[in-house]
Structure formats: C-alpha cells, structure tokens
C-alpha cells in the first residue's frame, strides 16, 4: 500500500557500484529502498553508509531464484559488470541475466511496479555503425568470451518487450555506456579502476593493444540522473534509451590524463588485446536527449578528479 508520494524500490545489484550510487539518490528522495543483493561483486562497504536508515532494506539474495516482496517500482540492475567478474562463472551470468530477468519480471507482473533493466552498449557488441544509435541491432559474437554477458543482456531486453507485449508490464530498459566514479570495484579490471589504482601506486600502466580503441566514458551522478528521468517517463516510454557520454577518448589518451592528474612516475605497458575486444564505442544520445531532457554534465577531466580522490583514500587504507 502506497503512502503519499514515498515509493517502495526494489534497487537489485544495490550494493555495486552503480546500484549504492543509485539507492543513496533514491533515499535522499525519501522513498523507502529495498536492496538485493548476493554480494558476487557488491560490498557491504558500499551501503554502510545507509544501513542506519530507516528507510533502507538490505536483503542477501541471488535474483537467479525466485523473490517475493511487494513494491512500487524495480530497477533491475544484478549483474556482474566487468568482464574479467562475469568471464569467472559464465554460467551464472546467462542464469543472472535471464533468469534472473524472468524472476524480476515475474514479480513486476503480478505487484503491477514499473520496472527498469540496467542494459548495457555491449547489446552493440563491436559495431559497425559508430557512433550507436538505439536503432542498430548490433555486431555480437555468440560464442565467445563475452557472450554470457552481450546475449545475456539482449535476451534479458528480449524478454522486456515479451513481457510488455504479452502481459502489458511497465518497462524501461536503458543501455549504458562504460560509467565510471568512485565505488567502483578496484579489482575488477575495469579500464578506469586499473589505470587510476596502477597510477596512484606508480606501477605500470598496462594497455590492452595499442590503445587505439575507444571508449566513451559516462561519469556515474550523470548516469543515475538518466536512470531517475526515464523511470519517470509515461507508460508509452520504454526504451531503449542509450546512456552514456559521447565524449570519445582513446585508450591511450584516457592513460595519458590519468598520468597527468595523478602526477605518477608510472610507466606505459601494452598486453595483448582481449579476444572480441570492441574497436570503438561511443552512444548517439539525441533520444536521451529529446525524450528525457537529458545530458551528461560532468567532463571527464573533472569526473576522473573525483575517481582519483576516491581511490586515494582506499590505496591508503
Ligand atoms: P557491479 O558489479 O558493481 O554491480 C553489480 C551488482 O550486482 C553487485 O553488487 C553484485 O554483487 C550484484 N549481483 C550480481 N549477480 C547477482 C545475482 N545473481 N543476484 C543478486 N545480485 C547480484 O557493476 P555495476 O557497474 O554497478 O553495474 C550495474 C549494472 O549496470 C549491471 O547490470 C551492468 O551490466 C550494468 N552496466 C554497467 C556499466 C558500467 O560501465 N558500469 C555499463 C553497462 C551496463
Ligand atoms: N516470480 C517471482 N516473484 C513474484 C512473481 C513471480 O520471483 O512475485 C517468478 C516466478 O517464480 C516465475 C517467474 O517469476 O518463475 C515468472 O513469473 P510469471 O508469472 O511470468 O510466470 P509463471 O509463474 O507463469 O511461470
Ligand atoms: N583496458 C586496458 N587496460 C586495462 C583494462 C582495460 O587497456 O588495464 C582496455 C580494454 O581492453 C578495453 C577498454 O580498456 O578496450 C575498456 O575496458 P573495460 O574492461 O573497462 O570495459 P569494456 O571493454 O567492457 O568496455
């Protein structure tokens, strides 16, 4: 039962990175949270912070089984992330995003919640339309490395729209672009996480390839503010909508910034390439922008002063 304009939230994957960003906006809001997790990636550490407020809700839980609780609203954001994370038990990661899909889905059917799903641009997998508009159907490998991820996400959206088209469920699936800030796991390979920690420590700076490759890199307060906007969209919104900053930057050169702002001694190293690493990445946003007013504002300079602050103090703890 809903009191006044407080909302009960199921945030799943809420003690990731994205997710804590996400539940500390939510409840600055005043709605009440209910965060699931089973801590595959997700630390207690990353909700301490909220775990004496009243209106927060910690519940250890896998979303591959089934979940039973009553709510308003569901972001749906359980799933491992990084690809050295989701590479280690591939298994469970198709299981996380489609079953784990199915369940939420399941759930927002029968409590009538609008519910949103964290997808992602690997659903473009290594493009060949650049930059991505939601329009293209993407390049994706089904049987590599990456795979139990990229398909498990594009199943995930498949079962979205089946789940609207056949039962009328409210959906809202939103594709991030590569999101950085602070809370990010620093042992997850990530490109940001890795370059700052190796900087922070001057050890060396390990380039995957030549460094050519692009990403285009979406500070996290700018991503959750895309998050919030399209969960307030009308019924007949559903995505999906491309989030991320189109800012494009090589490898290299997000290597060579990070250097300056950390003043490191830190020296270059190239390894190889991963298998079905994407060439280029970079979101066309003008949907984001027309149907929800949105931009990123936070430039990456600034974005990665943040980052750097935050893995100070964690590199001195
Ligand atoms: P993260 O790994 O920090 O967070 C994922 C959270 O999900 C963790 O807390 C983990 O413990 C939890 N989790 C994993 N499997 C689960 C399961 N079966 N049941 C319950 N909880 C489970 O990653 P993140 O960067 O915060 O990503 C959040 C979501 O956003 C993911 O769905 C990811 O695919 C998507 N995404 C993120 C990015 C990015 O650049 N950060 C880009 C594209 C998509
Ligand atoms: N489900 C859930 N919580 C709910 C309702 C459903 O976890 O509150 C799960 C349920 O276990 C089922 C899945 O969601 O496996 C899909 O539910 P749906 O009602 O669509 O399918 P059905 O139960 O008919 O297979
Ligand atoms: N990368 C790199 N050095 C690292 C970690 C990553 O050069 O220490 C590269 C990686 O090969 C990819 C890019 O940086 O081309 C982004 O990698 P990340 O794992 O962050 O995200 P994704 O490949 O999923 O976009």
């Not at 420590?201 to 919030?228: E, W």
Request: with cysteine; charged share 25%.
């Amino acid at each position: 039962m809903r009191y006044g304009t407080t909302k009960k939230i199921l945030v799943t994957g809420g003690a990731g990175f994205l997710g804590s960003h996400l539940c500390e906006r939510l409840l600055a809001q005043g709605h009440e949270i209910l965060c699931v997790d089973n801590f595959f990636t997700g630390t207690r550490r990353n909700i301490a912070h909220l775990l004496g407020n009243s209106n927060f809700e910690m519940m250890r839980h896998d979303i591959s089984f089934p979940l039973y609780v009553e709510v308003d609203e569901i972001y749906n954001l359980a799933c491992p992330a990084s690809p050295v994370h989701y590479q280690f038990d591939p298994v469970q990661t198709t299981k996380t995003s489609v079953i784990g899909a199915i369940n939420m889905l399941g759930l927002a059917k029968r409590v009538k919640a609008k519910i949103l799903q964290a997808s992602t641009s690997e659903v473009y997998g290594d493009p060949e339309v650049h930059p991505q508009p939601e329009e293209y159907w993407g390049r994706v490998n089904p049987i590599g490395y990456r795979s139990c991820y990229d398909e498990g996400k594009r199943c995930a959206e498949t079962l979205f729209f089946d789940y609207r088209r056949q039962h009328n469920v409210e959906i809202k699936v939103v594709r991030i672009f590569n999101t950085y800030g602070p809370r990010m796991h620093p042992n997850d390979g990530r490109v940001v996480s890795n370059l700052v920690l190796q900087a922070l420590r001057d050890k060396d700076i390990t380039l995957y390839g030549d460094g050519s490759q692009t990403r285009s890199f979406c500070y996290v307060d700018d991503l959750v503010d895309g998050f919030m906007k399209m969960m307030e969209t009308g019924a007949d919104v559903t995505g999906p909508i491309n989030i991320g900053n189109p800012g494009e930057f090589t490898i290299r050169q997000l290597a060579d910034t990070v250097i300056e702002l950390t003043n490191s001694r830190s020296k270059i190293v190239y390894r190889p390439l991963p298998p079905d690493d994407p060439r280029q990445r970079r979101p066309d946003i003008s949907k984001a922008q027309a149907i929800l007013n949105w931009n990123p504002t936070i430039e990456l300079q600034e974005g990665l002063k943040r980052t750097i602050e935050y893995f100070e103090k964690y590199v001195r703890l």
